[in-house]
């Protein structure tokens, strides 16, 4: 918005709150993709054939896969979070 100055006060407040709303739609995209992401990655490496249910070591792969996943995810997010903080590229 490139006039966001010539808005009047509830102008600004509608447009302030539209960017809230597209932010927080786009984080929900982010975590959609992730879910996809690992959900991908997680079938590929513990499924070998699917059935009417999952066996105990299939389950248990999915999960252990799921987990180092999310913890490798939140790991490098951290990470380039302190770059950022930082300064540092």
């Known amino acids: 918005m490139d006039n966001f100055d010539s808005l009047n ?3 600004k407040a509608e447009a302030t ?7 927080i739609e786009q ?11 690992f959900t991908d990655v997680c079938w590929d490496k513990c499924v070998d054939s699917p059935g ?8 248990t792969c999915l999960v252990s896969c799921v987990e ?3 913890d490798t995810t939140l790991s490098i997010t951290n990470r380039f979070t302190q770059m950022v903080q930082k300064g540092t590229h």
């Open 17 to 23: 709150e539209l960017q809230r709303m597209i932010a």
């Open 52 to 59: 009417s249910k999952l066996d105990y070591r299939t389950e």
């Open 68 to 70: 180092r996943f999310i």
């Open 9 to 11: 006060a509830s102008e």
């Open 27 to 37: 984080q929900k995209a982010q975590f959609q993709a992730q879910v996809h992401t």
